[in-house]
């Protein structure tokens, strides 16, 4: 649940009441990180990714969930700190703690917004876009070295992720899953340092170029 969501529901509330909301989200999320991580036999997620990159799981979903873990115990501290700010705490956002999501969120809004199909859906642990190509994609960004990103376009499905299990491909950890199988390197275009300009640049190929057909390879 984002800041919007709980800004909605708490319209009108009084404090306590407001305060209770905060505390069962918060709640919430910490339970649904706990969940995700027990599905594996672990507690932390560092424990899980070890598990994928030595083979003992396999690599998706299990990559999928240890983001999902993440971005939830990231978007819990975000909240966490929203709820000490907004009471008068000893709040004080850093970058560890600032959601990529909710920062693509409203990019996508500003950039590509005229190409979606519906307004982007903000879940607890991703983004989901719908757009008017009938592209659609399930996006999990920690950070600019730790991501998942799923699209499907008709009955193809691709992924361009960074799960550390193919080492002798080009810029490893990244690289993508296409819809025959093969796991290939990165394409051109989506070298970029900065995450956002980055996952931008993935949409403008993606809505041209669904499954990587005309990328550089």
Same mark, same amino acid.
């Given at each position: 649940?984002?800041?919007?969501?709980?800004?909605?529901?708490?319209?009108?509330?009084?404090?306590?009441?407001?305060?209770?909301?905060?505390?069962?989200?918060?709640?919430?999320?910490?339970?649904?990180?706990?969940?995700?991580?027990? =599905?594996?036999?672990?507690?932390?997620? %560092?424990? $899980?990714? @070890?598990?994928? #990159?030595?083979?003992?799981? &396999?690599?998706?979903?299990?990559?999928?969930?240890?983001?999902?873990?993440?971005?939830?115990?990231?978007?819990?501290?975000?909240?966490?700190?929203?709820?000490?700010?907004?009471?008068?705490?000893?709040?004080?956002?850093?970058?560890?703690?600032?959601?990529?999501?909710?920062?693509?969120?409203? =990019?996508?809004?500003?950039?590509?917004? %005229?190409? $979606?199909? @519906?307004?982007? #859906?903000?879940?607890?642990? &991703?983004?989901?876009?719908?757009?008017?190509?009938?592209?659609?994609?399930?996006?999990?960004?920690?950070?600019?070295?730790?991501?998942?990103?799923?699209?499907?376009?008709?009955?193809?499905?691709?992924?361009?992720?960074?799960?550390?299990?193919?080492?002798?491909?080009?810029?490893?950890?990244?690289?993508?899953?296409?819809?025959?199988?093969?796991?290939?390197?990165?394409?051109?275009?989506?070298?970029?340092?900065?995450?956002?300009?980055?996952?931008?640049?993935?949409?403008?190929?993606?809505?041209?170029?669904?499954?990587?057909?005309?990328?550089?390879?």
């Amino acid at each position: 649940m984002n800041d919007a969501l709980i800004d909605d529901e708490s319209a009108g509330m009084d404090p306590a009441s407001v305060q209770s909301l905060y505390a069962r989200t918060l709640y919430r999320m910490r339970e649904s990180r706990k969940a995700l991580l027990k =599905g594996y036999g672990v507690d932390e997620e %560092a424990q $899980l990714l @070890e598990r994928i #990159r030595s083979g003992e799981v &396999a690599e998706h979903p299990a990559y999928e969930h240890y983001l999902g873990a993440l971005i939830i115990e990231q978007g819990r501290m975000h909240l966490r700190e929203e709820l000490l700010t907004r009471f008068g705490g000893a709040g004080g956002r850093d970058t560890a703690s600032t959601s990529l999501h909710l920062m693509f969120e409203e =990019g996508i809004e500003e950039k590509h917004g %005229a190409r $979606l199909a @519906e307004p982007v #859906r903000l879940a607890h642990d &991703a983004l989901l876009l719908s757009f008017d190509t009938g592209l659609m994609m399930e996006v999990r960004y920690f950070s600019g070295d730790e991501f998942s990103v799923n699209w499907n376009w008709g009955e193809a499905a691709l992924r361009y992720d960074t799960a550390p299990v193919h080492p002798g491909l080009a810029e490893f950890p990244r690289h993508v899953h296409l819809d025959d199988g093969r796991i290939v390197p990165v394409p051109a275009g989506l070298h970029d340092a900065d995450p956002w300009t980055a996952f931008s640049n993935l949409v403008d190929i993606l809505l041209v170029d669904p499954l990587l057909e005309q990328c550089t390879i």
